[in-house]
């Protein structure tokens, strides 16, 4: 029975952390895609932004597909968020 309750208890510890992971990311998306709008790479509002992939250590990486809501091809933002607090961006 003690063994359940430890497991009960490191799922619920588990479980509190990935709500903040999960807001974290978005705010990188967020910043990603203020990136890309600022820079004049593309028009955010006229794609629809799918998050691809992510990862990083010191600097994140924020990889996101943009396809046109009118149709035609996609594009793949590469995105690197760095703790200084520079972003770049790489369009594909």
Known sequence: MKTL????????????????AASEWGERIDICTAA?????????D?????FVAGGGGSTK????ELRPIDGGDKKVATCKIRRSGEISV???
């Open 5 to 20: 309750g430890t497991i009960i208890a490191v799922a619920c510890v588990a479980g509190a952390a990935f709500p903040a």
């Open 36 to 44: 890309i709008e600022n820079q004049g790479l593309a028009d955010v």
């Open 46 to 50: 006229s794609h629809r932004v799918k």
């Open 61 to 64: 990486r924020v990889v996101l």
């Open 90 to 92: 790489e369009l594909d």
